[in-house]
């Protein structure tokens, strides 16, 4: 089975650019992540998504974030004005559920340096 | 909210030495516990996962971890390290009833030849 899909997968823009991420998680997964990972730290959740709506946004800076999923499969994410302190790796993931169970499958993150 | 602490920010072994990596949580309930490896410029790969039954879990690539309620840890085992095992290990926490995951700060594994 395919994982989740990320592209870029490396950006480098200047503060006050924008800047936009793509995720196509695996294949009948309803329920999608976003997640900012600072170096030196673990991931952070910034938004869930259930098929294509917000469970959860509420770490998401939303003043400069936006994320969407119109049709419940491929999500972008994207940031604008970019600040330095946005360099980090943007990792999605995407979940299966067995047995009543969440499992999180991520891909390989899309690394983005704000000069 | 449930939190994760890993004590360990890096640990050195040697190539055939044990290993074990710290992870104590903090949940008032049940909780879902996650052990993640990252390698350099990768994304995070599950190992194993505990969500109820038996609190010994084996998982991928050797390694196993076990629950221990009263300690509340979940600490990463493996008899034998491998030079491939050099990465970063994530110990993580769910809820029951909503699917917010806690990462910790991760333990960067460094082995010796």
């Known amino acids: 089975e395919a994982g989740v899909a990320q592209s870029p997968r490396y950006k480098i823009i200047e503060k006050r650019q924008s800047v936009a991420f793509w995720c196509n998680p695996i294949s009948g997964h309803a329920t999608l992540y976003w997640y900012q990972q600072i170096l030196g730290q673990g991931p952070k959740l910034l938004i869930q998504f259930q098929n294509n709506g917000v469970v959860d946004d509420s770490q998401l800076p939303k003043d400069r974030f936006s994320a969407e999923r119109l049709k419940g499969v491929d999500s972008t994410l994207k940031i604008q004005p970019a600040k330095l302190e946005d360099s980090a790796v943007y990792l999605c993931?995407?979940?299966?559920?067995?047995?009543?169970?969440?499992?999180?499958?991520f891909g390989p993150g899309t690394r983005l340096l704000v000069l | 909210a449930q939190s994760v602490t890993q004590p360990d920010i890096h640990i050195t072994v040697s190539e055939g030495a044990s290993l074990e990596l710290r992870c104590n949580y903090s949940y008032g309930a049940t909780p879902y516990l996650f052990w993640y490896v990252q390698s350099p410029g990768q994304g995070l790969q599950l190992l194993l996962k505990y969500f109820s039954g038996d609190t010994l879990v084996q998982g991928i690539k050797g390694f196993e971890a076990e629950f221990k309620r009263s300690q509340s840890s979940f600490n990463l085992r493996k008899p034998s390290v491998h030079w491939s095992d050099a990465a970063e290990y994530f110990c993580a926490v769910a809820s029951y009833n909503n699917n917010d995951m806690r990462f910790g700060a991760g333990t960067r594994l460094t082995v010796k030849p």
């Open positions: 993931a995407s979940s299966s559920v067995t047995g009543g169970r969440e499992t999180q499958y």
